[in-house]
């Protein structure tokens, strides 16, 4: 696992906000995405705080893209409000004189994961959900 259970809760909740296009309670998302309800709007809350997401309260409350959050949301924006301060920059085995001209052993395959990351991370979160599915899958049938 390359993400923080934070971040997959978080991206996972963004691309069922953007399918659906619409308020959608902390309940209904956690239990789409089978993760903790407690630990989901936390993380909601901190993204709608920083404004990747919105939120409305009360009974008919919940969390919604507007749509300049449907257009322009990236993978990146989640990723940066996840409370992580991991990046895909520098040695992925901690080394500070690793370049190209002085490389670590796992430099170079290093290099085309680092690259990949940064494609999804330039991803916008409306296009997501046409990739595959991110639903909780039941197990036990």
């Known amino acids: 696992m390359i993400f923080t259970n934070t971040f997959q809760y978080a991206i996972k909740s963004?691309?069922?906000?953007?399918?659906?296009?619409?308020?959608?309670?902390i309940e209904e998302i956690s239990k789409k995405i089978g993760a903790p309800v407690a630990f989901t709007s936390k993380?909601?809350?901190?993204?709608a705080k920083n404004g990747v997401?919105?939120?409305?309260?009360?009974?008919?409350?919940g969390f919604y893209l507007t749509e300049e959050q449907y257009e322009n949301s990236t993978v990146k924006d989640v990723f940066k409000h996840c409370g992580t301060d991991a990046t895909v920059e520098g040695c992925?085995?901690?080394l500070d004189n690793?370049?190209?001209a002085n490389p670590c052993p796992i430099?170079?395959?290093?290099?085309?994961i680092r690259l990949?990351?940064?494609?999804?991370?330039?991803?916008?979160v409306k296009e997501l959900y046409k990739y595959g599915n991110v639903l909780k899958v039941d197990k036990t049938n």
């Not at 906000?17 to 959608?24: N, R, T």
């Not at 993380?43 to 993204?47: G, K, P, R």
């Not at 430099?107 to 085309?112: D, R, T």
Request: hydrophobic share 35%.
């Open 116 to 124: 990949n990351i940064k494609k999804i991370l330039q991803l916008k």
């Open 107 to 112: 430099h170079h395959i290093a290099n085309e």
């Open 92 to 94: 992925f085995l901690g």
């Open 98 to 100: 690793c370049s190209d």
């Open 14 to 25: 963004c691309v069922i906000l953007a399918e659906k296009k619409e308020k959608i309670g």
């Open 53 to 61: 997401i919105s939120s409305g309260k009360g009974r008919n409350g």
């Open 43 to 47: 993380t909601l809350q901190s993204l």
